[in-house]
């Protein structure tokens, strides 16, 4: 089922130079929490692809042979928060622009969930803040989902037969 590209019709931004400035302010990849997560996941021994267009909502961080995708979601643009981070956009510039966008990136993850899920991967997503806080912890989340999944066991097992092959 296609679904139509949200219409903010009826909504502006407050000017053009405010649209083009929280556009261009917030990456859509490789942002800072996404690769501190990347790093720490490659030092524990994973390896992933990275940005995967051709699977729902582009995953930040992809294990494509034990179906496992990460999402590093920023807390304004997918609604940390979102009954409480209402309330203080009904107070700023614009509210109703702001508040239909940022529930229409809510309804879009959850849809983009969804159909991972109905393929048959895990999805974890990951608050910006929670893996700037505790990135650790956050690792050891993702680590466990993929032990389980065999992951680095996989990886551990080629390199034994790569090591066998050359000695």
Same mark, same amino acid.
């Given at each position: 089922m296609k679904l #139509?590209?949200? *219409?903010? !019709?009826?909504y502006t931004p407050a000017s053009?130079?405010?649209s083009a400035? &929280? !556009?261009g302010s917030s990456r859509k990849v490789d942002t800072s929490c996404e690769q501190a997560l990347r790093r720490a996941l490659w030092k524990a021994g994973c390896r992933y692809l990275t940005n995967v267009a051709g699977l729902p909502g582009t995953p930040d961080i992809v294990f494509p042979k034990v179906r496992v995708v990460i999402f590093c979601d920023g807390d304004f643009w997918h609604g #940390? /928060?979102?009954? *409480? !981070?209402?309330?203080?956009?009904? @107070?700023?510039n614009n509210p109703?622009?702001?508040?239909? @966008?940022?529930?229409? =990136?809510? /309804?879009? /993850?959850? !849809? =983009?969930? &969804? =159909?991972?899920?109905d393929q048959g991967w895990i999805v974890l997503r990951?608050?910006? *803040?929670s893996i700037k806080r505790d990135?650790?912890?956050i690792?050891?989340?993702a680590l466990g989902i993929l032990d389980e999944r065999g992951h680095r066991k996989r990886l551990y097992e080629a390199q034994k037969d790569r090591y066998r092959r050359l000695t």
């Amino acid at each position: 089922m296609k679904l #139509k590209t949200p *219409s903010y !019709r009826g909504y502006t931004p407050a000017s053009s130079q405010a649209s083009a400035a &929280a !556009r261009g302010s917030s990456r859509k990849v490789d942002t800072s929490c996404e690769q501190a997560l990347r790093r720490a996941l490659w030092k524990a021994g994973c390896r992933y692809l990275t940005n995967v267009a051709g699977l729902p909502g582009t995953p930040d961080i992809v294990f494509p042979k034990v179906r496992v995708v990460i999402f590093c979601d920023g807390d304004f643009w997918h609604g #940390k /928060d979102w009954e *409480s !981070r209402q309330e203080r956009l009904q @107070k700023g510039n614009n509210p109703q622009y702001w508040t239909t @966008k940022i529930q229409a =990136n809510i /309804d879009r /993850d959850h !849809r =983009n969930t &969804a =159909n991972l899920v109905d393929q048959g991967w895990i999805v974890l997503r990951f608050w910006e *803040s929670s893996i700037k806080r505790d990135l650790a912890a956050i690792t050891q989340i993702a680590l466990g989902i993929l032990d389980e999944r065999g992951h680095r066991k996989r990886l551990y097992e080629a390199q034994k037969d790569r090591y066998r092959r050359l000695t």
